[in-house]
């Protein structure tokens, strides 16, 4: 039976799912439509890992390979080490049976909970729902929106000193090699050391003919030499120090990359107490924040946080997260994510905020070279142009490789921290080594998957865009790079089979791309950027933060392989901030907007699947009513006295029900909306003063991870007179 799979994930869009869904639903059940919701936030994968709820991403991973398959999915948490551990201690204290965190894994139990923990770190749930690739791009409404409003951008100076700092050399780029499967296999990776001993780090590795396969490694002593070259660098010129990664989807490596910034930036700490700090299991990955925590009950902890105050003093000035809360860019390295953390210092001057709480130029560090030249290149044109325009830009669409876990070394468990100096290598069933490096003890060694099938649907994605849109479409490949050359090979192999006669699609490396881009945008001109997972991540960051102000406004489609689709609403990267402004004040600033967008291709697919007529008049009243939410302007505003998530979902039904009401397609919908309609409009001062006059205090929603559902509920539907509008209807 036909029926749409609305997520339950986590922080701020979790919040806003308990205001929100119960109209959906309510709106839904008249034309027929099921809308049902399945658990996949952080908390829940942790109790299914332990047997303790169901496995609803495993279930909803199988559903995704099926024609049946409509699911909408929220962000949700990629995981961090200390995000997990928060998570297992808060579960725990609600009076879960679930382990701790086993850091330093000894017996059986600790190592099987530990492979467990494993399974819901970094971005666990993408890969497994999305079993299509991306087609993600501005609706036209909220286009025209940022046109007519257009948001705050901060101006440039063609002095401005902001860069990006990157290696270059000796860094996965660099150290790349990729070849192309011939035939099906199974794999091993191996770790042969200067004594000829050999260590199996994974085994089994299942490949098809046709798969493109990466290894590639970072050396970490030229790591540490060139950040304590950026750290002296960025003192030297006077700018700001931070440091970029991705400490979650790269959940195992850029973890390690970080603890070597936190390292870099405080030898005089680790030279004096490293040893002390290992010894009680306190880790730099973990970050500054809680190291700092963590040293409370050793007995120089005094003594490590003034070694801390002094690196800070003696150091360049540190960007800042919270500089009302002393909160570093080093504190959490879940805290500054690339694709969320460079579009924000783009849009403000070039600028991050200082120790002083004043915005200064900054020393984007970006230790991999792969992707740093697309930042860079914007920040140049910004230097040598001027801000972007949001009222004549145009925009860039993407339409990304992801299906079937096109890893691009993100959430997966071929990453290893070298333990001995020797040589890895990838191994066929055969014998035959496909590729190998030469490493040292520290070193980061990573391989990757990328199957045959989604590349050749990733090709058929762009040329059908490029064709419906009329946009000229770019794919974003470096013949420099051993994995890009590979996909460039098959990339002008498949293009061969569609008609591209009238299209404009190139192929260029991300810095060439970028500059390209930019020069159309600055013409009020679109162009779909054609990417790998990783940049699809980054670029549908990077230009909607310039184009929108948010990248949570954006349409993402993913039509599936096998038919079905998967609809996700937007970026969650500011939600924690969310969830603390509404646990302090009574205030959910998320802006649901990515979820009414994908409602509307949801309930479209439905009404094909079920052969559902209402649920397309469902759809497109859905559609105007969001249209008239933007030009009335009653999205959520940031500070308490407005409108906030639920006032915009109020306004959203009041909109949706006007037009039920006034269409013509479906008489008995027009009939049943009719009074709903007419009674949100007569209670609408009454409804948004019971909605606003709750702001303004701190409420209890019974956990961060896991909130207590009655609890939240009740704080985020507050307006009895609408409750009971919804519930009559």
């Known amino acids: 039976m036909a029926k749409i799979i609305y997520t339950h994930t986590d922080e701020a869009p979790l919040l806003a799912t308990y205001s929100l869904l119960p109209i959906v639903q309510a709106y839904a059940a008249k034309a027929g439509v099921d809308v049902e919701t399945r658990d996949i936030s952080l908390a829940g994968r942790i109790l ?34 200390p995000q997990l551990k928060a998570a297992v201690k808060e579960l725990q204290e609600q009076g879960h049976d679930i382990p701790d965190y086993p850091e330093n894994p000894q017996t059986d139990a600790e190592k099987e909970a530990r ?41 440039w100076s063609s002095d401005s000193k902001t860069n990006v700092a990157t290696m270059g050399e000796h860094d996965f780029r660099s150290n790349e090699k990729s070849v192309v499967l011939e035939s099906d296999d199974t794999l091993r990776i191996e770790l042969v050391a200067a004594d000829g001993s050999t260590t199996v780090l994974k085994d089994g590795i299942t490949v098809l003919a046709g798969e493109v396969v990466d290894g590639t490694y970072m050396d ?14 960025a003192k030297a010129e006077g700018v700001l120090f931070s440091a970029h990664l991705k400490a979650t989807m790269m959940k195992v490596s850029d973890p390690i990359i970080f603890g070597h910034v936190v390292q870099a930036f405080f030898p005089t700490l680790f030279e004096q107490y490293g040893e002390q700090l290992k010894a009680a299991g306190i880790s730099p990955n973990d970050g500054l924040g809680a190291l700092l925590n963590a040293v409370e009950s050793l007995p120089d902890g005094d003594a490590i946080k003034a070694a801390v105050q002094q690196g800070l ?31 924000a210092m783009i849009r403000t001057s070039g600028h991050m905020w200082g120790p002083d709480g004043e915005e200064a130029d900054t020393l984007a560090v970006i230790p991999d070279s792969s992707y740093a030249g697309v930042y860079q290149t914007v920040i140049d044109d910004c230097r040598a142009n001027g801000a972007f325009d949001p009222a004549t830009m145009g925009s860039v669409p993407n339409v990304g490789l992801m299906a079937k876990a096109a890893e691009e070394y993100g959430s ?69 790079r051993a994995h890009d050359a590979q996909l460039i090979a098959k990339v002008k192999e498949y293009l061969a089979d569609h008609d591209t006669d009238g299209l404009t699609i190139e192929i260029m490396a991300p810095a060439e791309a970028t500059a390209y881009s930019l020069e159309r945008i600055r013409r009020g001109e679109d162009t779909i950027s054609v990417t790998g997972n990783v940049l699809r991540d980054y670029n549908t960051d990077l230009f909607p933060i310039l184009e929108l102000g948010t990248s949570a406004k954006m349409l993402s489609v993913v039509p599936l392989m096998n038919g079905g689709g998967l609809f996700e609403t937007g970026a969650g990267g500011s939600a924690p901030k969310h969830v603390q402004q509404l646990v302090k004040e009574n205030y959910l600033r ?94 609408e001062e009454t409804i948004v003063a019971e909605l606003n006059g709750v702001q303004g205090s701190s409420v209890d929603i019974g956990g961060y991870y896991r909130p207590d559902d009655a609890k939240a509920s009740a704080v985020m539907r507050p307006s009895q007179t609408f409750n009971d509008a919804i519930a009559g209807l």
């Not at 496995?55 to 962000?75: C, H, M, R, V």
């Not at 749930?125 to 951008?153: C, F, I, Q, T």
């Not at 970490?220 to 660098?233: H, I, M, W």
């Not at 960007?319 to 690339?338: C, F, Q, R």
């Open 412 to 480: 997966h468990d071929k990453t290893f921290e070298i333990p001995a100096a020797g040589t890895v290598r990838i191994v066929t069933s055969g014998g035959d080594v496909l590729m190998e490096h030469d490493v040292q003890p520290g070193d980061i060694w990573r391989a990757c998957q990328t199957k045959d099938e989604p590349i050749r649907d990733w090709v058929k994605l762009a040329v059908t865009r490029a064709r419906a849109s009329g946009t000229p479409a770019v794919f974003w490949l470096d013949e420099t």
């Open 590 to 683: 998320w802006d649901s907007l990515g979820e009414f967008f994908a409602l509307v291709p949801s309930l479209e697919l439905y009404a094909e699947q079920a052969g559902t007529p209402g649920a397309k008049v469902l759809a497109d009243a859905l559609d105007r009513a969001t249209g008239t939410l933007l030009n009335e302007d009653k999205s959520p505003t940031r500070r308490v006295g407005g409108i906030d998530n639920r006032g915009s979902h109020f306004y959203l039904a009041l909109y949706w029900a006007q037009e039920l009401a006034n269409q013509t397609e479906d008489a008995d919908l027009a009939a049943a909306f009719k009074p709903l309609a007419e009674k949100l409009a007569a209670e």
């Open 220 to 233: 970490v002593a030229a790591l540490r030499r060139f950040l304590t070259e950026q750290v002296a660098r």
């Open 115 to 155: 492979a467990k923990y494993d399974k819901v770190k970094g971005s666990a749930v993408n890969p497994v729902l999305r079993e299509g690739n991306s087609d993600r791009r501005a609706p036209a409404s909220v286009k025209n929106y940022a046109k007519a409003h257009p948001h705050r951008m901060g101006a």
């Open 313 to 343: 003093a003696e150091g360049p000035a540190l960007a800042m997260v919270d500089s009302d809360k002393g909160i570093t860019n080093l504190h959490v390295p879940s805290d500054v994510i690339i694709d969320a953390s460079m579009p």
């Open 48 to 81: 299914a890992q332990f047997g303790l709820v169901d496995d609803a991403l495993a279930e909803l991973g199988e559903l995704a390979t099926t024609p049946e398959a409509n699911i909408i999915k929220l962000p949700n948490i990629s995981a961090s080490i």
